[in-house]
Nanobody, 122 residues
Framework: VQLQASGGGLVQAGGSLRLSCAAS????????MGWFRQAPGMEREFVAA???????YYADSVKGRFTIAEDNAKNTVYLQMNRLRPEDTAVYYC?????????????????WGQGTQVTVSS
């Protein structure tokens, strides 16, 4: 399984970015995908996830601003980030879990992408 994240960049506070994560080598179904982020000096934290059945989950800090969605035909998951804040600055990672529970926890994920930098200036 390979995951390729893209779409990061530099944006002003209040702006938007859309991250993409293209996956290869996955089965047709039965997996969940998530986004995590890690700021300098901080632990990696959960951002959003989408289960194999299409259920979506968000961290409280991004709820109402970020939206996770998937395109099964392209094996791609997206993270639309609106109303960005300086505290959203981090490296964002996509990940795949072959389980459909515990999606808030990074240890439940089996495969990880390389990360994409998001920087929000004030």
């Amino acid at each position: 399984v390979q995951l390729q994240a893209s779409g990061g960049g530099l944006v002003q506070a209040g702006g938007s970015l859309r991250l993409s994560c293209a996956a290869s080598g996955l089965p047709f179904s039965g997996y969940a995908m998530g986004w995590f982020r890690q700021a300098p000096g901080m632990e990696r934290e959960f951002v959003a996830a989408i289960s194999w059945s299409g259920g979506t989950y968000y961290a409280d800090s991004v709820k109402g601003r970020f939206t996770i969605a998937e395109d099964n035909a392209k094996n791609t998951v997206y993270l639309q980030m609106n109303r960005l804040r300086p505290e959203d600055t981090a490296v964002y990672y996509c990940a795949v879990s072959m389980k459909d529970y515990g999606l808030y926890y990074d240890y439940e994920y089996d495969y990880w992408g390389q990360g994409t930098q998001v920087t929000v200036s004030s």
